[in-house]
Nanobody, 127 residues
Framework: QLQLVESGGGLVQPGGSLRLSCATS????????IGWFRQAPGKEREGVAC????????HYADSVRGRFAISIDNANNMVYLQMNSLQPSDTAVYYC????????????????????WGQGTQVTVSS
């Protein structure tokens, strides 16, 4: 059974950093596209970072490029999202997700194409 469990969220001051973790099980991580998404209150869910399964490329939303970094530890079935220079606008529930589509190119951040989701972890950026 495929499972995703996020952790690492919390309260941080503007300009601070957090590293989110996504523990995965039940599948071979290297074969799947994986993404980080977030949803702020009253807003639609949006993609922030992803790794394609088609060619291994990594993509970022414009709003986080240069501040966030996705990394994958295939040996330990972990996915991370390092978040630096956090801003109040980064406040949201963050989710990791996996798509079962083979050869998937993830730059479009189409959340409806991701079949498996974690429960989310809350990130609050506030002074």
């Amino acid at each position: 059974q495929l499972q995703l469990v996020e952790s690492g969220g919390g309260l941080v001051q503007p300009g601070g950093s957090l590293r989110l973790s996504c523990a995965t099980s039940g599948f071979t991580l290297d074969y799947y596209a994986i993404g980080w998404f977030r949803q702020a209150p009253g807003k639609e869910r949006e993609g922030v970072a992803c790794k394609s399964s088609s060619d291994g490329t990594i993509h970022y939303a414009d709003s986080v490029r240069g501040r966030f970094a996705i990394s994958i530890d295939n040996a330990n079935n972990m996915v991370y999202l390092q978040m630096n220079s956090l801003q109040p606008s980064d406040t949201a529930v963050y989710y990791c997700a996996v798509t079962a589509a083979s050869g998937y190119y993830c730059s479009g951040f189409k959340d409806y194409e991701y079949a498996y989701w974690g429960q989310g972890t809350q990130v609050t950026v506030s002074s």
